[in-house]
């Protein structure tokens, strides 16, 4: 049975959040340790692709008046809110995680456990491409959240939260966000140039469960999630980090 470290941090800033994910795989590449993290954010923040330039997306301006950061990720994608939202991020390799090693990226192995955590809430998640019209819906967008692709997850033919990875020969790495709720007018404050109707094709857990979890909960069921999934153990008590993170 494959052993995971587990990092749970503190709600921290994009910098330092998109910092540690870059670090996370920094190490994995030096030591192999596989690691899940799951974290959040201390206020509202923007993250966009390694390869995008978010100019013709962000209001930078209202985002400097309201001191939403703007933070590149070491992954690809578009343009994402960071809100109110639960966030993970995993470093390993193929083998830790049972991909099929003759297929360059297996999205349906990697994205599994979040299948697995939305069912255990109850709900009856899908992959895009499984779920009725995904030809009509399938819109690939530099914004995350209007964009509709085969393996993004969708609950009622609606997209719920998004992935974005990075490969090396030696690891996968990918990091993920699962919307608690979804503050559209927010978001569109700092993006203006979101969809009018982008909240037609997008959920949350709020919007889909009678009852929202408490946090702790619901983060509890995605490490249970992860851990039947890939038939792991994470080590010990889980760090808690605050700025020093990885030891």
């Known amino acids: 049975m494959k052993i995971f470290r587990l990092i749970r941090s503190l709600p921290e800033s994009a ?41 013709d997306h962000v209001d930078r301006r209202a985002c400097l008046l309201d001191g939403v950061s703007v933070v590149k990720r070491i992954t690809g994608g578009g343009v994402l809110f960071h809100n109110h939202e639960i966030t993970y991020s995993l470093a390993c390799s193929k083998e830790d995680i049972g991909e099929d090693p003759r297929l360059f990226v297996s999205y349906r192995r990697i994205c599994a456990f979040l299948i697995k955590f939305y069912s255990s809430l109850g709900l009856k998640p899908s992959f895009a491409v499984e779920s009725g019209g995904f030809a009509k819906m399938s819109i690939p967008s530099r914004l995350c959240s209007a964009s509709h692709e085969k393996y993004d997850i969708v609950v009622k033919a609606r997209k719920i939260g998004g992935n974005a990875q990075r490969r090396t020969r030696q690891a996968v790495f ?33 919007e889909e469960l009678a009852y929202l979890p408490e946090r702790d909960v619901l983060e509890d069921k995605l490490l249970r999630a992860f851990a039947d999934t890939y038939n792991i153990k994470f080590n010990g008590d889980s760090d808690h980090c605050n700025g020093r993170c990885p030891h």
């Open 15 to 55: 910098e330092y959040n998109m910092a540690l994910d870059k670090e996370i795989l920094s190490r994995y590449l030096q030591d192999g340790v596989p690691v899940l993290r799951i974290y959040s954010w201390r206020s509202p923040s923007i993250t966009y692709g390694v390869s995008l330039e978010p100019a």
């Open 174 to 206: 990918q990091h993920g966000s699962i919307p608690l709720s979804i503050d559209w007018d927010l978001a569109r404050r700092y993006i203006p140039s979101l969809p009018d109707g982008v909240s037609s094709g997008a959920t949350c857990l709020r």
